[in-house]
T-cell receptor, first 114, second 112 residues
Framework: DSGVTQTPKHLITATGQRVTLRCSPR?????VYWYQQSLDQGLQFLIQYYNGEERAKGNILERFSAQQFPDLHSELNLSSLELGDSALYFC?????????????FGQGTRLTVV | AQSVTQLDSHVSVSEGTPVLLRCNYS??????LFWYVQHPNKGLQLLLKYTSAATLVKGINGFEAEFKKSETSFHLTKPSAHMSDAAEYFCVVRGVYNDMRFGAGTRLTVKP
């Protein structure tokens, strides 16, 4: 158990809908990362927050947004869902955001868009 | 820009034989490199990390990796494969904004 908690574990929704994925980082970790894993794209970095502020942005679509709250948990919002958004979404956390800090991953949320 | 290339998409070994998973990196400065493992339907687990302290890095479950600057490589090895090592392995480099950039992954199959 990495200490990173993601909910829900599974989510099935229809195209056009909006969903929210939640992530609770390890105790004491200030940095949160979101990744999307799909068969055709592999593991894609979406976005990173550090202590409530956006730190880095990757291949995140405009239909997607995220935030980190004062208690450090994070939410990833996916809207106007398309079939191609079906994927495993991972959250990771680390103590800081320096180059030497390793990240610890949650078990992921499997999103299926039908 | 920082990136990693995993040279094999699939590696198959027999139980008890050595494992070699190859990773080359590209970085404009001294990189931070990691290996993660993902077992089926599981999250990603850190195996080991390189942060310039020592070129030979030992990780969990008997894995180790050697950083070779001259070859821009960070290959993962294990002397003797176990059935439980069957999984997907990812080489990762920290990007310029410290985002973690994953390779495409290498699927390791271990035959009895």
């Amino acid at each position: 158990d990495s200490g990173v908690t993601q909910t829900p574990k599974h989510l099935i929704t229809a195209t056009g809908q909006r969903v929210t994925l939640r992530c609770s980082p390890r105790s004491g970790d200030l940095s949160v990362y979101w990744y999307q894993q799909s068969l055709d794209q592999g593991l894609q970095f979406l976005i990173q927050y550090y202590n409530g502020e956006e730190r880095a942005k990757g291949n995140i679509l405009e239909r997607f947004s995220a935030q980190q709250f004062p208690d450090l948990h994070s939410e990833l919002n996916l809207s106007s869902l398309e079939l191609g958004d079906s994927a495993l979404y991972f959250c990771a956390s680390s103590v800081g955001d320096g180059p030497n800090t390793e990240a610890f991953f949650g078990q992921g949320t499997r999103l299926t868009v039908v | 820009a920082q990136s990693v290339t995993q040279l094999d998409s699939h590696v198959s070994v027999s139980e008890g034989t050595p494992v070699l998973l190859r990773c080359n990196y590209s970085s404009s400065y001294s990189p931070s490199l990691f290996w993660y493992v993902q077992h089926p339907n599981k999250g990603l687990q850190l195996l080991l990390k390189y942060t310039s302290a020592a070129t030979l890095v030992k990780g969990i479950n008997g894995f180790e990796a050697e950083f070779k600057k001259s070859e821009t490589s960070f290959h993962l090895t294990k002397p003797s494969a176990h059935m439980s090592d069957a999984a997907e392995y990812f080489c990762v480099v920290r990007g310029v904004y410290n985002d973690m950039r994953f390779g495409a992954g290498t699927r390791l199959t271990v035959k009895p």
